[in-house]
Protein backbone atom coordinates (compact mmCIF):
# COMPACT_ATOMS: atom_id res chain seq x y z
CA UNK A 1 0.00 0.00 0.00
CA UNK A 2 1.13 3.43 -0.78
CA UNK A 3 2.54 5.60 2.49
CA UNK A 4 1.07 8.31 3.82
CA UNK A 5 2.72 11.13 6.34
CA UNK A 6 0.81 12.89 8.84
CA UNK A 7 1.90 15.59 11.71
CA UNK A 8 2.58 13.37 14.76
CA UNK A 9 -0.24 15.37 17.43
CA UNK A 10 -1.75 18.86 16.87
CA UNK A 11 -4.32 21.18 19.07
CA UNK A 12 -7.10 22.68 18.49
CA UNK A 13 -9.69 24.47 21.09
CA UNK A 14 -12.98 23.15 21.21
CA UNK A 15 -15.64 25.44 18.70
CA UNK A 16 -12.90 26.12 16.30
CA UNK A 17 -11.93 24.07 13.05
CA UNK A 18 -9.50 21.91 12.70
CA UNK A 19 -7.69 20.91 9.76
CA UNK A 20 -5.79 17.36 9.53
CA UNK A 21 -3.44 17.14 6.64
CA UNK A 22 -2.18 14.04 5.10
CA UNK A 23 0.27 13.82 2.65
CA UNK A 24 0.57 10.64 0.05
CA UNK A 25 2.67 11.72 -2.73
CA UNK A 26 2.99 7.83 -4.53
CA UNK A 27 -1.19 7.69 -4.85
CA UNK A 28 -2.11 5.36 -7.24
CA UNK A 29 -5.13 6.30 -9.69
CA UNK A 30 -7.31 3.39 -7.67
CA UNK A 31 -6.43 4.51 -4.19
CA UNK A 32 -9.18 5.52 -2.16
CA UNK A 33 -8.51 7.98 0.94
CA UNK A 34 -9.71 6.68 4.01
CA UNK A 35 -10.01 8.53 7.96
CA UNK A 36 -10.67 6.43 10.60
CA UNK A 37 -10.34 7.47 14.02
CA UNK A 38 -9.41 5.48 17.45
CA UNK A 39 -10.83 7.34 20.84
CA UNK A 40 -9.50 6.52 24.04
CA UNK A 41 -9.88 2.50 25.06
CA UNK A 42 -12.14 2.20 21.93
CA UNK A 43 -11.54 0.79 18.55
CA UNK A 44 -10.64 2.48 15.27
CA UNK A 45 -13.97 4.58 13.88
CA UNK A 46 -14.53 5.39 10.79
CA UNK A 47 -14.82 8.93 9.57
CA UNK A 48 -14.88 9.51 6.08
CA UNK A 49 -13.35 8.38 2.97
CA UNK A 50 -12.79 9.74 -0.77
CA UNK A 51 -11.28 9.28 -4.57
CA UNK A 52 -11.36 12.25 -6.57
CA UNK A 53 -14.22 14.65 -5.11
CA UNK A 54 -14.02 16.83 -1.86
CA UNK A 55 -16.59 14.61 0.84
CA UNK A 56 -18.80 15.96 3.26
CA UNK A 57 -20.67 13.83 6.18
CA UNK A 58 -22.10 14.34 9.43
CA UNK A 59 -19.18 13.61 11.28
CA UNK A 60 -16.32 15.59 8.97
CA UNK A 61 -14.99 16.82 5.56
CA UNK A 62 -12.47 15.39 3.22
CA UNK A 63 -10.54 18.01 1.06
CA UNK A 64 -8.34 16.58 -1.95
CA UNK A 65 -5.82 18.20 -3.77
CA UNK A 66 -5.84 18.43 -7.52
CA UNK A 67 -3.07 16.36 -8.25
CA UNK A 68 -4.36 13.77 -5.28
CA UNK A 69 -1.06 14.20 -3.19
CA UNK A 70 -2.59 15.48 0.08
CA UNK A 71 -5.90 15.68 1.48
CA UNK A 72 -7.18 17.59 4.79
CA UNK A 73 -9.52 16.12 6.68
CA UNK A 74 -11.70 18.84 8.38
CA UNK A 75 -13.78 19.24 11.82
CA UNK A 76 -15.79 22.44 11.17
CA UNK A 77 -16.30 22.38 15.02
CA UNK A 78 -13.83 20.55 17.30
CA UNK A 79 -15.77 19.31 20.50
CA UNK A 80 -14.03 17.81 23.48
CA UNK A 81 -15.16 14.36 22.16
CA UNK A 82 -12.73 14.79 19.02
CA UNK A 83 -9.82 14.25 21.24
CA UNK A 84 -8.57 11.16 19.03
CA UNK A 85 -5.97 9.29 16.71
CA UNK A 86 -6.58 10.01 13.50
CA UNK A 87 -5.29 8.12 10.51
CA UNK A 88 -5.08 8.72 7.05
CA UNK A 89 -5.16 5.52 5.47
CA UNK A 90 -4.77 4.31 1.52
CA UNK A 91 -6.95 1.03 0.09
CA UNK A 92 -5.85 0.30 -3.34
CA UNK A 93 -8.55 -2.56 -4.04
CA UNK A 94 -7.77 -5.30 -6.04
CA UNK A 95 -6.99 -8.79 -3.65
CA UNK A 96 -5.99 -7.19 -0.51
CA UNK A 97 -9.27 -4.67 -1.10
CA UNK A 98 -9.38 -5.55 3.16
CA UNK A 99 -6.71 -4.73 4.08
CA UNK A 100 -5.98 -1.08 6.39
CA UNK A 101 -2.89 0.20 6.62
CA UNK A 102 -2.14 2.12 10.24
CA UNK A 103 0.45 4.24 10.55
CA UNK A 104 1.49 6.83 13.84
CA UNK A 105 -1.79 8.52 12.96
CA UNK A 106 -2.10 12.24 14.47
CA UNK A 107 -2.75 12.91 18.26
CA UNK A 108 -5.60 15.86 18.36
CA UNK A 109 -5.33 17.56 21.53
CA UNK A 110 -8.82 19.98 22.21
CA UNK A 111 -8.56 22.24 24.92
CA UNK A 112 -11.65 23.07 26.33
CA UNK B 1 -28.19 -2.38 15.41
CA UNK B 2 -25.75 -3.41 17.43
CA UNK B 3 -22.58 -3.37 16.39
CA UNK B 4 -19.34 -5.63 16.15
CA UNK B 5 -18.52 -6.99 19.26
CA UNK B 6 -16.11 -8.85 20.99
CA UNK B 7 -15.32 -11.32 23.65
CA UNK B 8 -13.94 -11.22 26.36
CA UNK B 9 -13.15 -7.75 26.88
CA UNK B 10 -9.40 -8.81 28.67
CA UNK B 11 -7.97 -11.96 29.11
CA UNK B 12 -5.26 -12.70 31.19
CA UNK B 13 -3.43 -16.26 30.68
CA UNK B 14 0.09 -17.28 31.17
CA UNK B 15 2.83 -18.35 28.27
CA UNK B 16 2.00 -21.61 27.08
CA UNK B 17 -1.81 -21.51 27.47
CA UNK B 18 -4.64 -21.51 24.66
CA UNK B 19 -6.78 -18.27 24.25
CA UNK B 20 -9.92 -17.95 21.94
CA UNK B 21 -11.33 -14.93 21.02
CA UNK B 22 -14.35 -14.34 19.37
CA UNK B 23 -15.99 -11.87 17.39
CA UNK B 24 -19.47 -10.99 16.01
CA UNK B 25 -19.72 -8.79 12.93
CA UNK B 26 -22.41 -6.40 12.13
CA UNK B 27 -25.55 -8.88 10.78
CA UNK B 28 -25.62 -9.26 7.04
CA UNK B 29 -21.64 -8.29 6.90
CA UNK B 30 -19.82 -10.80 4.46
CA UNK B 31 -16.28 -9.18 5.57
CA UNK B 32 -14.71 -9.70 8.87
CA UNK B 33 -11.27 -8.72 9.65
CA UNK B 34 -8.47 -9.01 12.51
CA UNK B 35 -5.93 -6.93 13.45
CA UNK B 36 -3.83 -6.32 16.53
CA UNK B 37 -1.63 -3.83 18.28
CA UNK B 38 0.60 -4.53 20.12
CA UNK B 39 2.33 -2.96 22.99
CA UNK B 40 4.19 0.30 21.29
CA UNK B 41 3.24 -0.52 17.49
CA UNK B 42 0.83 0.20 15.11
CA UNK B 43 -2.50 -1.24 14.64
CA UNK B 44 -1.56 -4.55 12.21
CA UNK B 45 -3.81 -6.49 10.17
CA UNK B 46 -3.94 -10.18 10.43
CA UNK B 47 -6.37 -11.43 7.88
CA UNK B 48 -9.76 -10.80 5.99
CA UNK B 49 -12.66 -13.20 6.03
CA UNK B 50 -15.38 -13.14 2.89
CA UNK B 51 -17.96 -14.61 4.66
CA UNK B 52 -16.31 -18.11 5.79
CA UNK B 53 -13.28 -17.98 3.40
CA UNK B 54 -10.26 -16.03 3.81
CA UNK B 55 -9.63 -13.50 1.48
CA UNK B 56 -6.37 -12.38 2.96
CA UNK B 57 -4.21 -14.25 5.77
CA UNK B 58 -0.99 -12.46 4.98
CA UNK B 59 -0.82 -11.02 8.09
CA UNK B 60 -1.11 -13.96 10.28
CA UNK B 61 2.23 -13.57 12.56
CA UNK B 62 2.75 -17.34 12.28
CA UNK B 63 1.58 -20.88 13.06
CA UNK B 64 0.69 -20.62 16.33
CA UNK B 65 -2.35 -18.67 15.32
CA UNK B 66 -5.77 -20.28 13.66
CA UNK B 67 -8.93 -18.05 12.72
CA UNK B 68 -12.04 -19.44 11.79
CA UNK B 69 -15.79 -18.45 10.38
CA UNK B 70 -17.47 -21.63 10.36
CA UNK B 71 -20.97 -20.70 8.86
CA UNK B 72 -19.72 -17.99 7.75
CA UNK B 73 -21.33 -15.65 10.68
CA UNK B 74 -18.56 -15.38 13.96
CA UNK B 75 -15.21 -15.98 13.85
CA UNK B 76 -12.95 -16.92 16.38
CA UNK B 77 -9.13 -16.39 16.94
CA UNK B 78 -6.83 -18.83 18.93
CA UNK B 79 -3.32 -18.18 19.81
CA UNK B 80 -1.81 -21.83 20.77
CA UNK B 81 0.43 -21.60 22.77
CA UNK B 82 0.29 -18.16 23.95
CA UNK B 83 3.64 -16.29 24.03
CA UNK B 84 4.48 -13.19 25.80
CA UNK B 85 4.92 -11.37 22.54
CA UNK B 86 1.11 -11.67 21.69
CA UNK B 87 0.24 -9.27 24.21
CA UNK B 88 -1.99 -6.39 22.57
CA UNK B 89 -5.28 -5.19 21.98
CA UNK B 90 -6.96 -7.52 19.17
CA UNK B 91 -10.03 -5.67 17.01
CA UNK B 92 -12.26 -7.67 15.58
CA UNK B 93 -13.87 -5.53 11.71
CA UNK B 94 -16.86 -5.90 9.69
CA UNK B 95 -18.05 -4.52 6.13
CA UNK B 96 -21.31 -5.09 3.95
CA UNK B 97 -19.48 -4.38 0.55
CA UNK B 98 -18.21 -6.89 -1.29
CA UNK B 99 -15.99 -7.01 -4.86
CA UNK B 100 -12.44 -5.45 -4.90
CA UNK B 101 -12.51 -1.86 -4.49
CA UNK B 102 -11.24 0.12 -1.85
CA UNK B 103 -13.94 2.20 -0.62
CA UNK B 104 -15.43 0.12 1.31
CA UNK B 105 -15.82 1.17 5.43
CA UNK B 106 -15.14 -0.68 7.80
CA UNK B 107 -16.71 -1.36 11.68
CA UNK B 108 -14.55 -2.31 14.48
CA UNK B 109 -15.82 -3.37 17.78
CA UNK B 110 -14.03 -2.24 20.96
CA UNK B 111 -11.15 -4.77 21.09
CA UNK B 112 -10.14 -7.76 23.41
CA UNK B 113 -7.05 -6.72 25.28
CA UNK B 114 -4.69 -9.75 25.93
CA UNK B 115 -2.07 -9.83 28.56
CA UNK B 116 0.22 -13.09 28.37
CA UNK B 117 2.07 -13.57 31.58
Known amino acids: DAKTTQPNSMESNEEEPVHLPCNHS???????IHWYRQLPSQGPEYVIHGLTSNVNNRMASLAIAEDRKSSTLILHRATLRDAAVYYCILNAGGTSYGKLTFGQGTILTVHP | EAGVTQFPSHSVIEKGQTVTLRCDPI?????LYWYRRVMGKEIKFLLH????????ESGMPNNRFLAERTGGTYSTLKVQPAELEDSGVYFC???????????????FGPGTRLTVL
Open chain 2, 93 to 107: ASSQLTGTSGRDEQF
Open chain 2, 27 to 31: SGHDN
Open chain 2, 49 to 56: FVKESKQD
Open chain 1, 26 to 32: TISGTDY
